[in-house]
């Protein structure tokens, strides 16, 4: 069961631009997790929100979790090649001890 | 330096043949989960554990078990691979089972099943 849905699946864009991942379900959670993955490795933990209608922001990007807890964005101004890398969003159940990752957004930025 | 680690990194084996996966954490961490990637459709959860002896299933057990009797240790076992089980496995850590808290991962086991 893939509880949730990222948009888009790729992402090519030239240095500079802006750009918006979403992430979306149809169920609650009880907090959301963004990580980026690099070829190779795990993935590593950008941000957590927790209440509805949070927004935070880590330098040039901007999280903002969904007012009903049930989708999230991740927005990028400006992108460097440094933020090549694959983006997963991750929700939390309601007693927080399963996560449910979404599809992936495969993000190049070219020089 | 804190760390997830899993053993081997690489594996191709053959149907049917026993194989173990090793995940150890040396963050006093409670909580450990084991994930599989595939193209197209993330991470999904095998198994996970809030504590020592205690296990429960996630979103995609069937095939495989795990055990969970030193707090730092969480080995992935396959009794019988079969074919669609090959596929990239992670190991992860956070210290306390909830949400909010950060997972660790490993570097990840790449699985061939022939």
Redesign the interface.
């Known amino acids: 069961t893939q509880l949730l849905e990222q948009s888009p699946q790729f992402l090519s864009i030239q240095e500079g631009e802006n750009l918006t991942v979403y992430c979306n379900s149809s169920s609650v959670f009880s907090s959301l997790q963004w990580y980026r993955q690099e070829p190779g490795e795990g993935p590593v933990l950008l941000v957590t929100v927790v209440t509805g209608g949070e927004v935070k922001k880590l330098k040039r990007l901007t999280f903002q979790f969904g007012d009903a807890r049930k989708d999230s964005s991740l927005h990028i101004t400006a992108a460097q090649t440094g933020d090549t890398g694959l983006y997963l969003c991750a929700g939390a159940s309601r007693t927080g001890n399963q996560f449910y990752f979404g599809t992936g957004t495969s993000l190049t930025v070219i020089p | 330096e804190a760390q997830?680690t899993q053993n081997p990194r690489y594996l191709i084996t053959v149907t049917g043949k026993k194989l173990t996966v090793t995940c150890s954490q040396n963050m006093n961490h409670e909580?450990m989960?084991w994930?599989r990637q595939d193209p197209?459709?993330?991470?999904?959860?095998i198994y996970?554990s809030?504590n020592v002896e205690v296990t429960?299933k996630?979103?995609v057990p069937e095939g495989y078990k795990v055990s969970r009797k030193e707090k730092r240790n969480f080995p992935l076992i396959l009794e019988s691979p079969s074919p669609n089980q090959t596929s990239l496995y992670?190991c992860?850590s956070s210290l306390s089972?909830?949400?909010?808290?950060?997972?660790f991962?490993?570097?990840?086991t790449r699985l061939t099943v022939l």
Not at chain 2, 40 to 45: A, I, N, S, V
Not at chain 2, 97 to 103: A, F, Y
Not at chain 2, 105 to 108: E, S
């Open positions: 997830v909580y989960s994930y197209g459709l993330g991470l999904r959860q996970y809030m429960d996630g979103d992670f992860a089972p909830t949400g909010d808290n950060e997972q991962f490993g570097p990840g």
